[in-house]
């Protein structure tokens, strides 16, 4: 198993990199335009290309292997939750073939319908990081913490800290979110 993780890491590693660098290749040799200056862009998606594609197809056909081959990473776990919330605990009730098929079905539809209405990969990475990433990097880490010190008094230095943390990231989550929202009509 810790080569598949060593491949896999590797390989993926290697998609975004050739899809980085072919990204910024396609801007070298524009007449009276650098790299640098493209890279000031707002959405750098409006800046001028190339006519050589090629740069472009290699970039795009490495980051479609890479998302391609990363789909099932992120459907199992989905589907295995998915399942554990069927099974309510009894581990003699798997997902039938069709309960199987109809569940993957379902999660991927709703990453698709996401991603038709999410506009660009900026907007995703904000709504995540909004949302998702302090969940799981600083409240759920402080929800565990504040079960495995019960014995601690609750006016303790360290569970009023970690209350004042998980508010302060709510805070900032709630207020990233309320600016992504009041500028996506800028955009």
């Not at 099974?87 to 038709?116: D, H, M, W």
């Not at 010190?149 to 800290?161: A, F, R």
């Not at 209350?163 to 990233?176: E, Q």
Request: aromatic fraction near 12%; glycine fraction near 6%; proline fraction near 6%.
């Amino acid at each position: 198993m810790s080569k598949v993780l060593i491949g896999g890491t590797l390989s993926a590693v290697i998609l975004y990199i050739i899809v980085g660098v072919f990204g910024y290749v396609t801007f070298t040799n524009f007449p009276g335009y650098t790299p640098q200056e493209a890279l000031k862009n707002k959405n750098i998606l409006e800046a001028p290309y190339q006519k050589d594609v090629v740069p472009i197809t290699i970039g795009n056909f490495a980051l479609f292997f890479a998302i391609a081959t990363a789909a099932p990473l992120v459907v199992l776990p989905a589907k295995d939750t998915v399942e554990e919330i069927i099974s309510k605990g009894n581990p003699q009730r798997v997902l039938s073939t069709k309960e199987n098929i109809f569940y993957t079905f379902f999660l991927i539809l709703i990453c698709y319908a996401l991603g038709l209405f999410i506009p660009n990969i900026g907007a995703a990475m904000t709504i995540v990081g909004s949302t998702t990433n302090p969940a799981v990097g600083f409240i759920l880490p402080i929800i565990f913490y504040w079960k495995t010190q019960e014995d601690l008094p609750i006016l303790s230095v360290t569970k009023i800290t970690a209350i004042l943390v998980a508010v302060l990231i709510i805070v900032v989550s709630i207020l990233s979110l309320v600016n992504f929202f009041m500028t996506l009509d800028e955009q």
